[in-house]
């Protein structure tokens, strides 16, 4: 059998049914093996980045592990970001390229790149193949750890000789030994103890969770873990949808666009008890002023987590899932409290607020409460980076674990359209929608002709403000307004410092992105005003197939609630009106 | 406060696993002050002896990060433990001047230094013993005028085993 033929079999034996990638010289092997392959679905992409992302949006919106195929060199290279991705969001993905025959390799030969080497410090772990016996090992041992502890990224790098070579026997192992890997799933006991004793005595006790919960796939246990224990919840970015946005204890998104309930009960509680969640400097602003009346409990399955960005009085290693269960039988009930009453009245009082819009504009937070009456309420909604992100996180209504999927940790852009493009093609038959930036958009927009032409219906919705969103929210704030390279229809005849929309702006917005849409084989339709929002959307959700819809929204609009960077969470700008 | 630490790191013998704990080090921000990598009885297992310098917080966290490598076996932080071996070896070439010759030599002889060239304005030396000892041999000689010396860096073996709790790669 050959090397090739060995790699195809252990993808199947590992259950994955798709691969997204991009073919070339040093894979010519596998492609070709995977020519008369049955059972496995390759989506060619448009650019090795998209792979990697739809590679990743396959993953978040599953759990499965998401794979991703390249050449050597240049189709290496191009996955960097996405590798990247998935390591700061612990989603779990394997790459495989090619890379130049073993005798080759360190002569700087025609499109040799050290894969290794360069993914070393973004991947969970890493591998170059040097000869087919171990190739099976490998496979097996890759997509073990992508998918278990905290999940992550795996890259695989294989030589083109060892997938020509032939082997007379192949078995695929049955077990791992990794005597150096070994996630702790369950929860120090004595810690557990000790953790629901500093429940009993809290008054102000405040559930932070994040992406692990999701991870751990623990949403029921906490549900439970609520409704005995009635402690408010805050989520970060990545925990959104880990508690339906509706439950009475969910208090909202924290952080730098947190909500004011969710910002001033953590500034508040007395017990801060974290799931899943890792102190990321969006959620904290200066560390020593985060929390800093409460006792901080974290529960991780990421030893290195704990006490990396905060001092820990409790800390718990182990799955969220399983601490969760037996937290909850060592817990006592707890009734609803003074304190309860205090985060409801702070929900109440601070609702997320945006200024109504004047007739010709459209405010983009009314395009996404206009979305929340008419998607699908299964739908999974994937988001680019920017305020696009940020509004979508806030007015969105999250419902149900996986189905929201953003690039939190490195903040990509371009991650959208093909991270959806990957959701959708994991999950047939649900309604994918991603809220995307003219911005975003176009930095993986030949993934437009993926969709098409594969028949992706992935519902596109562009909220032009034909700025650099976020970066100008943040140059009118912090820097006098000073547009500095942030308007993308500034032109020759624009003045070079531009200090805001002028009644001389050019008129027309390159590219139309309409036009750019029905190039690519697909339906686009534009929304100019408020009033066309509500039907624009009606039509592009009724679409079969793939559709882009562009909004032109107000080109200053900001997010709020925002806590200025490097300010404490209580400096919160609440916004306008 | 900023403290030496010696980490002994025992690893998978796979290919490029000291280029992944230097880079972690790197990537993180810490120096390494010396790292030293040898094979062990077991083909399989590969030990590293590093030297770092940092706070109690910094030293857990590279602690953690480097468990955290697939790779890793076990680290152990032997600074402060009475349990252990440490050793170093050194290379010294100094110039030694024909009137103070007999002093030197006498000095070498009480740190039990060996010979490994004299010629008419030098000697070459080697010496081995706990790192306390090299810094103290290096101090004294200092003044004889040393013209080069490499040092191998820590390295270290456990005498007996006390199983402490943070030895365990995922202890909590
Ligand atoms: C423009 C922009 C603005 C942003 N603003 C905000 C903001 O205002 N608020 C905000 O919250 N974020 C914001 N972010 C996102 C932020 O950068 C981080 O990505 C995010 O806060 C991290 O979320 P998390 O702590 O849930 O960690 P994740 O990155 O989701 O990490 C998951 C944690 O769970 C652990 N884990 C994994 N599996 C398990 C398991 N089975 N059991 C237990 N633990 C497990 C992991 O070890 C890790 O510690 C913003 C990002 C961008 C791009
Ligand atoms: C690949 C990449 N380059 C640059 C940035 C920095 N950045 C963050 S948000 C942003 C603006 C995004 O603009 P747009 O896509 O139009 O979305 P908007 O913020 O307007 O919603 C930029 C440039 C980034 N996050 N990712």
Partial sequence: MKGAEILIDALKREGVDTIFGYPGGAVI????????????RFLLTRHEQGATHAADGYARSTGKVGVCMVTSGPGATNTITGIATAKMDSSPIVVISGQVPTSNIGTDAFQETDMVGLTRPICKHNYLVKDVAGLPGVIKEAFYIARSGRPGPVSIDIPSDVVNSKVKEYVYPDNILLPGYKPVVKGNAGQIKKLAAAISQSKKPLLYIGGGIIASGATPELLDFLEKTQIPVVATLMGLGAVPFDHPNFLGMLGMHGLVAANKAVTECDLLIAIGARFDDRVTGPRDTFASNATIAHIDIDPAEIGKNVKTQIPVVG???NVLKSLLEKVKSRERSFWNERTDYWKAKYPLRFAESDEDAISPQYVLEEINKVIDPNAILVTDVGQNQMWAALHCHHRQPRKFLTSGGLGTMGFGLPAAMGAAIANPGIQVVCIVGDGGIQMNIQELATCSINRIPVKIVVLNNAYLGMVRQWQELFWKKRYSRVCLMQGPDCPEECQGPRDDCPK???????KVAEANGMRGFRANTQAEVPNTLRKGLAEEGPVLMEFSIKRE??????????KPLTDIIIGEK | MLEKHTLIITVLNSSGVLA???????????NIESVIGAPTENPNIYKISLVVSGTEEHIEQITKQLNKLIDTIRVTDISHKDNYIVRE??????????????????LARVFKANLIDVAMDHVILELAGSPRKIDRFIEMVHSYGIQEYIRSGEFAMAEYQTPKKGDNKNGD
């Avoid at chain 1, 027309?508 to 309409?514: E, K, R």
């Avoid at chain 1, 609009?557 to 490097?566: D, I, K, L, T, Y």
């Fill in chain 1, 29 to 40: 092997p596998i492609f070709d093996a995977l020519y008369s392959t049955k059972g496995i």
């Fill in chain 1, 319 to 321: 799955d969220a899932k």
């Fill in chain 1, 508 to 514: 027309i917005y390159i590219p139309d992105l309409v």
């Fill in chain 1, 557 to 566: 609009e900001n997010v709020f609630p925002m806590v200025s960077a490097g």
């Fill in chain 2, 20 to 30: 992944r704990i230097s880079g972690l080090l790197s990537q993180r921000g810490y």
């Fill in chain 2, 89 to 106: 070896y050194i290379i010294l070439k100094l110039e030694v001047k024909e009137k103070n010759r007999s002093d030197f030599f006498n």
